[in-house]
T-cell receptor, first 116, second 113 residues
Framework: DGGITQSPKYLFRKEGQNVTLSCEQN?????MYWYRQDPGQGLRLIYY???????QKGDIAEGYSVSREKKESFPLTVTSAQKNPTAFYLC???????????????FGSGTRLTVV | SQQGEEDPQALSIQEGENATMNCSYK?????LQWYRQNSGRGLVHLIL?????REKHSGRLRVTLDTSKKSSSLLITASRAADTASYFC?????????????FGEGTQLTVNP
């Protein structure tokens, strides 16, 4: 089955700790994205990558870092500099840098991060 | 900042009725997309309408786009309890480094059996 896998589903972080959220896709999509969703709100873009070894900051990149060493993988690190990291994190991918055809973005099932 | 704004924020209807959700946006777009999110899950792509299209259908879904008013609507006909979810519009805008999607805050639809 083709799709996006996010892990873990739930993650607990202590104050001052860095944590890394995994996102893997086997759709052969060029572009990948990380969004943050707070309760009852829409999605805000953290980082995105159009090709391997390249990525751009989204609207709320402060306190986060990413890498894109492989086409299939786009891990997100939530650093200790992110002061309010408790949220639902969603990874997505798409064909090339946009929506060619009528397929839109494919999303993973999300990681819920809680600071304890 | 959020490009899209959905209206209403919440909508409660009876099974069999139609549900209409609206989305307004601020800047020029390549396309507008609608997504559905069940509670605690990822988003699922429903339909995409390009800036040069005015109306699109997919099963019980009908989407319209008015670029002069910078608005779109999503109509779900003959709703079912299983349609209960949050619905988001998202606009794709051209960027120098490649396109990206900007989401609204969503409409929470509840379909009562």
């Amino acid at each position: 089955d083709g799709g996006i896998t996010q892990s873990p589903k739930y993650l607990f972080r202590k104050e001052g700790q860095n944590v890394t959220l995994s996102c893997e896709q086997n759709l052969n999509h060029d572009a990948m994205y990380w969004y943050r969703q707070d309760p009852g709100q829409g999605l805000r873009l953290i980082y995105y990558s159009q090709i391997v070894n390249d990525f751009q900051k989204g609207d709320i990149a402060e306190g986060y870092s990413v890498s894109r060493e492989k086409k299939e993988s786009f891990p997100l690190t939530v650093t200790s500099a992110q002061k309010n990291p408790t949220a639902f994190y969603l990874c997505a991918s798409s064909i090339k840098g946009g929506s060619l055809g009528n397929y839109g973005y494919t999303f993973g099932s999300g990681t819920r991060l809680t600071v304890v | 900042s959020q490009q899209g704004e959905e209206d209403p924020q919440a909508l409660s209807i009876q099974e069999g009725e139609n549900a209409t959700m609206n989305c307004s946006y601020k800047t020029s777009i390549n396309n507008l997309q609608w997504y559905r999110q069940n509670s605690g899950r990822g988003l699922v792509h429903l339909i995409l309408i390009r800036s040069n299209e005015r109306e699109k259908h997919s099963g019980r879904l009908r989407v319209t786009l008015d670029t002069s008013k910078k608005s779109s609507s999503l109509l779900i006909t003959a709703s079912r309890a299983a349609d209960t979810a949050s619905y988001f519009c998202a606009t794709e805008t051209p960027e120098t480094s490649g396109s990206r999607l900007t989401f609204g805050e969503g409409t929470q639809l509840t379909v009562n059996p």
